[in-house]
């Protein structure tokens, strides 16, 4: 159907999922080198910001500021990184990625950079945690 | 003086000038091989996002939006990319970029792919029109 969300299967391969804001999946990009979050408004078949309704678009903003601000809480690092850019997934989606001088990919972007190395299992879910319990509270 | 806003050099050498929007000044990236605004908010010493004070911030959403729109109805285009990365340079700047799938750096990102094609003049007099047009009418 149409009109029913259902994640990207590429999105949901290589994410580890910490739930639901009120309009957005959170998405914990399952790369250890970057702590990296994709919020995937859950609304079918959207590509561009622009195409959201009005609420929603705005929404998706709120949300993709709140977490920048829990990234950089959490985190701390050197600059953050925002991109919806969607080449490659179609679903619309945007990330958020806490960058450091020292990173991989430093200072080009990290998209199309390198392969993800993904976390450990205990890990990945202190980093879930951590970020759920920001953003879900 | 810290509080008052100067462009940052890169930004101004790599770039054409547009106008002003309510908050932004609005630049063409000097490329002619995809049509490609950045917003610079008129702030000083700003380098996140959420470091916006709140009106601000909501404005630049509003004038990022605006300027997706401005892009995908003048060239169309296969996907736009918004990216705030500011690795290189501090000066908080977003970055809007009509993608097609033969651009030479389709399906990764533009950031950091390739050195830019400047325009040619009458070709860059031609965009800069259309797109203040657009945009600041």
């Known amino acids: 159907m149409s ?3 259902l994640l990207d ?3 949901a391969a290589d994410t580890l999922e910490i739930g639901d804001l009120s309009l957005s ?3 914990l ?3 250890r080198r970057y702590p990296w979050v994709i919020l995937v408004p859950r609304r079918a078949g959207i590509r561009e910001w622009i195409d959201l309704p009005d609420p929603d678009a705005q929404q998706l903003w709120l949300e993709s500021m709140q977490v920048c601000r829990v ?3 959490t985190f701390g690092g050197d600059k953050l990184n925002i991109g919806a850019l969607g080449n490659v997934v179609e679903q ?4 958020h990625v806490v960058r450091t001088r020292q990173d991989p990919a430093w200072p080009g972007p ?3 950079h390198s392969a993800a190395e993904p976390y450990a299992r205990a890990e990945a879910e202190s980093v879930r945690h951590r970020l759920g319990a920001a953003l879900l509270s």
């Open 92 to 95: 619309l989606h945007v990330h």
């Open 9 to 11: 299967e590429r999105l």
């Open 25 to 27: 999946r959170v998405l």
């Open 3 to 5: 009109n029913e969300f």
């Open 71 to 73: 990234l950089r809480d």
């Open 29 to 31: 990009m399952n790369d």
């Open 110 to 112: 990290v998209w199309g």
